[in-house]
């Protein structure tokens, strides 16, 4: 008998819908609750997978190979657990299976329409999601009044009406925005927008206000008689320095009260302590280190949310602070005393990507942190660079190159992953075709680690571990035993297939063809980013 927490956000969008909704679960997950969580997206696209980082921000990848939204990171940062293509689905997908289904005579003959076709296979997925669970927390995308958020509106009213109030609770995100020549906070907007739910059937039980400063009392007060929520049902959600904080603030808010109360629930006691333990080092952190970010859309860091957040964790969980320098590489091609700052990082970093722009400035931030012996890591386009690099100055094959940036070069170091397969004769290796008919690797694949390398180190010595991924190009095996002769070894397998790489005559530089941000959470850090932030530690000592 699962119970639901729908999320709905007011007034206008970015208000932390899913930071909220990722805490309330973090909240119930603590106080000893099976938890899962929905991510529901009203746009027509049937996944982020094909649309621009500077539209969407990053594509989150699950382990069974789903491209999400970004916010199903934050669930799986906040709860530390793998969630699947099941909690996230888009409009784009419901009615593609509703379409699917009537062409195949599926309806018998009858009109399809919103309701009940659409809204039942919405409250269908909701459904599948909660499979199993004490609680399901479904965050609605967009805002309340969004023409496309009405049909999954309509299937929280009915599964309401369906399961009764006892296992259904509307918790609603609105803003309160301070006007500052009058130093007034202000409820209006909130009232109209739970004015505009009341109008579509909808109550909300819980309002959740995002605002600059501290709501008063008398204000809280004023907003639940004028909604028609109970007077602790008004819980504010401050500004917070690290989204880490906020389970911990809703708890001081009580926010559990009226959870446990409308969803007929004993009291609920979270255990927050180690928790709480690892937001006070984010706070206030006994050291700090510098790492160099080499990346484009560097005015869009949403691109790189979960590497963002993992080097976040590791800091965390060692007591430090890690400044990012985000260091444009398209800069970084033509302004050499910008290459001449990278002396003074403790790290460098080369994260994943698309595309030519920017790669030359990425390989001279390589060849500097290879030269000058300083802490590298590199991940997917990141490993594919270094590659490149090393091919390109150390082997003296100048033509090297990848097919993603000349198809038709000679040296084809880097390649695509169909290459590959059909030279090898690989057939234990998954692929999925994207829409647009590329060959990808997407999601958890197994890698062996190489006996006494660096990476294995950092993975505490395992032998096999697994990562995900989400890119269309490999590194070509036919260089390894050059690679390998001047130093470079291959420290990461997977059915042939070419991982990891590392530096034998360099303090730390390693780069791995997955994506390792997309399995760091707060509480367990990825081990390959601990490592690379331990080694920048240990590099700023001697330094
Ligand atoms: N563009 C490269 C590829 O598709 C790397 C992708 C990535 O960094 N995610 O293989």
């Known amino acids: 008998m699962t119970k639901y927490i ?28 099976n938890v899962g969580i929905l991510k529901i997206d009203p746009y027509i696209n ?40 099941k909690n996230n689905f888009t409009t784009g997908q419901v009615y593609l299976s509703v379409i699917d289904r009537e062409r195949k005579g599926g309806y018998l003959g009858k ?20 499979e199993g669970k004490d609680i399901l927390v479904v965050e609605l995308g967009g805002t309340v009044g969004d023409i496309e958020g009405l049909p999954f509106l309509e299937a929280m009213r009915e599964m309401k009406h369906e399961y009764g109030i006892n296992r259904i609770i509307s918790m609603h995100v609105t803003l309160i925005p301070l006007i500052r020549a009058a130093g007034e906070l202000k409820t ?51 500004d917070a320095k690290s989204i880490y904080q906020m389970p911990i603030n809703f708890l001081k808010e009580g926010v559990l009260v009226p959870i446990a109360r409308f969803l007929k629930l004993p009291e609920l006691k979270p255990d927050m302590k180690a928790w709480d333990l690892l937001v006070k080092q984010i706070l206030a952190p006994q050291q700090e280190v510098n790492i160099a970010f080499v990346g484009k859309y560097l005015n869009l860091k ?59 400035g990425k390989m001279k931030a390589i060849q500097f942190a290879r030269e000058q012996g300083i802490v590298f890591f590199g991940i997917c386009l ?54 647009m008919g590329g060959t990808m690797r997407l999601g958890e694949y197994e890698c062996t680690l190489k006996e006494g390398s660096k990476l294995q180190k950092a993975y505490k010595n395992q032998k096999l571990i697994k990562e995900r991924h989400r890119h269309r190009y490999e590194a070509n095996p036919k260089y390894q035993a050059m690679l390998e002769k001047k130093g470079m070894m291959i420290s990461g397998k997977c059915n042939g297939l070419i991982e990891a790489i590392e530096l034998k005559n360099h303090p730390w530089f390693v780069a791995v063809q997955f994506h390792p941000e997309f399995t760091s959470r707060l509480q367990a850090p990825n081990l390959a980013i601990l490592e690379f932030i331990k080694q920048a530690l240990y590099a700023k000592s001697y330094k």
Request: aromatic share 6%; net charge negative.
């Open 111 to 130: 009109t399809i329409q919103v309701i009940p076709h659409i809204v039942d296979e919405i409250k269908h997925r909701i459904k599948l999601a909660g």
């Open 302 to 360: 949403e691109s790189y949310k979960s590497l963002i957040e993992a080097l976040i964790h590791a800091g965390a969980n060692l007591d430090t602070q890690v400044n990012i320098q985000w260091i444009d590489s398209e800069e970084l091609e033509k302004n050499e005393e910008m290459l001449q700052k990278l002396k003074y990082v403790n790290g460098i970093l080369v994260p994943g990507g698309f595309g030519e722009r920017g790669i030359e």
């Open 6 to 33: 729908f999320v709905t956000g007011g007034v206008l969008s970015s208000l932390g819908k899913g930071i909220t909704s990722s805490s309330i679960a973090t909240l119930l997950k603590h106080s000893g609750l």
């Open 382 to 435: 990141g490993m594919q660079l270094a590659i490149l690099e090393f091919c390109r100055n150390v082997l003296g094959i100048k033509e090297a190159n990848s097919m993603e940036f000349n198809p038709n070069t000679h040296e084809a170091v880097i390649y695509l992953i169909e290459n590959f397969i059909n030279q090898s004769g690989e057939k234990q290796i998954r692929t999925h075709t994207s829409p």
């Open 188 to 238: 209006k907007p909130t009232q109209h927008s739970v004015q505009e739910l009341r109008r579509i059937g909808i109550t909300p039980q819980i309002i959740i206000t995002r605002s600059e400063k501290e709501i008063p009392t008398e204000l809280k007060n004023k907003l639940a008689m004028s909604c028609d929520v109970d007077y602790d049902c008004v819980i504010g959600a401050q």
């Open 46 to 85: 049937v996944d982020p997978g094909t649309m621009s980082p500077l539209e969407h921000g990053e594509v989150f990848v699950t382990y069974d190979g789903a491209e999400t939204d970004l916010d199903i990171g934050h669930y799986e940062r906040f709860l530390n657990v793998d969630f699947s293509f």
